[in-house]
């Protein structure tokens, strides 16, 4: 199933759960028994997909059945989810669960504040000041059998750590981490006592039947990220939206150098290729490095009504121990003309208290 396809049940789905009507998908007779939902939860409708590949019930194969994985809850409108809740991205289409929540500040420069001003940072560059707001995102573990079948993304995500403290190219990453904004959690319960496949499930987790989520965090988990806390940590988010491109920006201190998350998603009907990049990189040591070239991480992606979306992470490193980015993105519409969408300037900061950074994976 794709993030659009899972974004169009999703949507219809919960419009009839307001309504109390039936669930919209179910398997074909004779393909199939009628899954129906029971007690409280019976105007809510089953998570159902494919058991071995995401596929909609317009191009599902014969002999594909759909399989229900849960049941839908209503997505909370207030406060935060707890670990353990198992989810459904919005965008991205893939199953996931929450390990624990983080508290960031988002720099929409979208939202026009009371008082518009204008700045010159070091660099020269003009920009408004933008007031960040508190937005909660969280630390969550993807499903395995969910990785192959996630187009819209250049790899499976990962968080990446320096792996040797004297060389800043080395790396170590740990496959199927991500963060997940709020607002892109689909929750829902499932009665299966391990409904995730990723290696550390049952290593940060274990299921508790008098507990809602029945799943709680094991000590494993606990320690792990009071280790692990500043290499993890996502404090900063920038954002900002040209010509219906809204470009989303998340960096993070690893020690040595920075990695950034970036999520482009199309608002608009029309489809667009990405086709170019244009970077600035501004150090504190007084040099400003200018980067262009075609595409990102090797792909030049299309964003269409049904694949609007597209993430990537990259490195770079300074020669100070701060500094800032900005840039765009070039695209291409259909008639073949082009046209220039920005990049939020974000800081590149050094976490306050200096530690050794973490070689790998720290228990």
């Known amino acids: 199933m794709s993030g659009c396809a899972a974004r169009r049940y999703v949507a219809a789905a919960l419009g009839r759960c307001r309504a109390r009507g039936p669930p919209l998908w179910e398997p074909t007779p004779p393909r199939g028994p009628r899954t129906l939902s029971v007690g409280a939860a019976a105007a809510l409708p089953p998570l159902l997909l494919p058991p071995r590949r995401h596929l909609s019930s317009r191009n599902r194969p014969e002999g594909k059945v759909l399989e229900t994985v849960g049941v839908f809850e209503a997505p909370k409108q207030h406060g ?31 939202v026009a504040s009371p008082v518009t001003e ?44 320096l792996a040797n403290h004297d060389d800043s190219r080395a790396l170590y990453a740990i496959p199927g981490l991500d963060y997940v904004s709020h607002e892109d959690i689909l929750p829902y319960s499932s009665t299966d006592q391990v409904p995730i496949q990723h290696e550390l499930f049952e290593r940060f987790l274990m299921y508790d039947q008098t507990k809602v989520p029945p799943f709680v965090a094991r000590d494993t988990l606990c320690a792990w990220q009071e280790k692990n806390h500043p290499w993890l940590e996502l404090s900063d988010v920038h954002r900002e939206t040209t010509e219906n491109i809204r470009v989303t920006v998340i960096p993070f201190y690893m020690g040595m150098r920075w990695r950034y998350c970036i999520r482009l998603e199309n608002l608009d009907s029309e489809v667009v290729q990405l086709r170019e990049r244009h970077w600035r990189i501004f150090s504190l040591s007084g040099t400003l490095e200018t980067v262009r070239g075609r595409g990102v991480v090797g792909r030049e992606p299309v964003l269409s009504k049904e694949q609007p979306a597209f993430q990537y992470s990259s490195h770079v490193s300074l020669q100070a121990s701060s500094g800032h980015m900005w840039g765009t ?32 994976l720290h228990w």
């Not at 670990?83 to 929409?108: C, E, K, M, N």
């Open 80 to 110: 935060k989810y707890e670990t353990g809740q198992l989810f459904l991205h919005s965008v991205f289409g893939y199953r996931g669960i929450v390990l624990f929540p983080w508290q960031a500040r988002l720099y929409d420069r979208d």
């Open 329 to 360: 993105f070039r695209f291409e519409r259909p008639d073949g003309s082009h046209f220039d969408v920005r990049i939020p300037p974000f800081s590149l900061e050094s976490n306050k208290d200096e530690k050794t950074p973490p070689s790998g």
């Open 118 to 161: 204008k700045s010159e940072n070091a660099a020269g560059h003009g920009s408004k000041e933008v007031k960040g707001k508190t937005h909660t995102y969280y630390q969550v573990l993807i499903d395995a059998r969910d990785c192959p079948h996630i187009s819209q993304r250049s790899q499976t995500e990962a968080v990446t750590f």
